[in-house]
């Protein structure tokens, strides 16, 4: 693959949008183009609430460590984009706001 064939599919100019927080707010999914070509909004928000559980908590009884809900929630939306064949490079972040 020739450089500007390279320059066509990839930019060094991120997608950028400043949103006010609000008390409510529970969590920030950073994700890469493979999870959002896949993964709805709506369905990453459910599927990181679940993950979270009440009062910041995992719902999953691998309590380890504080974080656990986050990397939980990570890695469940990274195998979701997999497993609906994303064909972009995957990366999520999730951040406990509540916390």
């Given at each position: 693959m020739m450089m500007d064939e390279i320059g066509l599919w990839a930019t060094s100019e991120p997608d950028i949008s400043?949103?006010?927080r609000e008390s409510r707010d529970e969590c920030l999914i950073l994700g890469s183009n493979g999870l959002w070509d896949v993964v709805s909004s709506e369905t990453a928000s459910k599927?990181?609430?679940?993950?979270?559980g009440?009062?910041?908590n995992s719902s999953?009884?691998?309590?380890t460590d504080t974080d656990?809900?986050?990397k939980l929630a990570a890695t469940l939306l990274a195998r979701l984009a997999l497993g609906r064949r994303s064909a972009d490079n995957i990366s999520v972040i999730v951040v406990d706001l509540r916390k």
């Open positions: 400043v949103t006010k599927t990181v609430h679940q993950c979270l009440e009062n910041g999953v009884e691998l309590r656990v809900g986050t």
